[in-house]
């Protein structure tokens, strides 16, 4: 499904954020002094994230953000997910990270992708979107997904806060960090839990938002499980703890998975999309 080209901020932002996304992930990985402050755990997550930003997050970033500024809508939706994964992890940066040289692109890149996705809202056709998804789209099944994945990352981080509240206590992911809180737990509950349950009701009850919104957050989760994998084997290599196996292929199925129901969704709309123009070509022939 393609769309009218406007003019719209996609193209140029698109390469500004993957220009500072990239810079700040190549001196992650190669400059020392950019987690010389970090603790080892902190600066192993720092690297594994590095590492998926450059080879996978830009790559992504770059292409959706050219076709979709060429008027391609499920690449504007992909293009919005990455963006959501960027925000997701940049904070990371910008506020967990201990001051240093790159410290001025950390907010320049976080507010990129901020205002860079507050200004391209209005370039999404919700009402085309919707249209288009409603009859085949896979909507029972994504809201499920995100239900079910909502429920385990909120089990699985307040596995660890309430224990840490009632003990008055510190969570020890927190003191592996060297932080005052652990960020993915602020992160996750503030942001990425409540975005999967309100897309997750949006596609219940057929809203044209929630048309637009699970692709783009089928596409975050991609990214973001990738990167758990491969931050697990970073940080395992790296004497953070050893290599959990279990949870390494467990994520990297919930990245492909989320990649391969994301296809599937754009697929059912394609299909959709050629039985009606083969039925508008028939009626015209008779």
């Not at 990297?252 to 070509?281: C, D, K, M, P």
């Amino acid at each position: 499904m393609t769309t009218e080209r406007t003019h719209n901020p996609m193209l140029w932002s698109t390469i500004a954020i993957a220009l500072l996304v990239a810079l700040t992930a190549v001196a992650g990985i190669f400059w020392p002094a950019t987690y010389g402050r970090e603790t080892l755990y902190q600066k192993a997550g720092g690297i594994g994230s590095d590492l998926v930003d450059l080879f996978l997050a830009v790559p992504v970033l770059l292409i959706s953000g050219i076709r979709g500024y060429r008027g391609s809508v499920p690449a504007r939706l992909v293009w919005l997910g990455t963006l959501g994964y960027l925000l997701y992890n940049l904070p990371l940066y910008a506020f967990g990270v201990h001051f240093n040289a790159l410290f001025l692109v950390y907010c320049a890149t976080l507010s990129l992708c901020l205002y860079a996705t507050v200004f391209s809202v209005p370039f999404i056709p919700l009402e085309q979107t919707a249209q288009t998804y409603n009859p085949r789209a896979p909507r029972k099944t994504v809201g499920i997904v995100f239900l079910v994945l909502a429920l385990l990352f909120a089990a699985f981080d307040l596995s660890e806060i309430i224990p840490a509240i009632l003990a008055g206590r510190v969570p020890k992911s927190a003191i592996q960090t060297n932080t005052p809180v652990n960020f993915v737990h602020v992160l996750d509950l503030t942001f990425l839990l409540p975005a999967l349950c309100i897309a997750a009701f949006l596609l219940f009850r057929r809203k044209a938002s929630g048309y637009a919104l699970a692709p783009a957050l089928l596409a975050l989760l991609a990214i973001m499980n990738i990167e758990l994998a491969v931050l697990m084997v970073v940080m395992a290599r790296m004497g953070c703890f050893g290599m959990s196996y279990p949870m390494i292929i467990s994520f990297v199925v919930l990245g492909v998975g989320s990649t391969i129901l994301l296809w599937f969704y754009f697929s059912l709309a394609t299909n959709e999309l050629g039985v009606r123009e083969e039925s508008l070509q028939a009626r015209g022939t008779m």
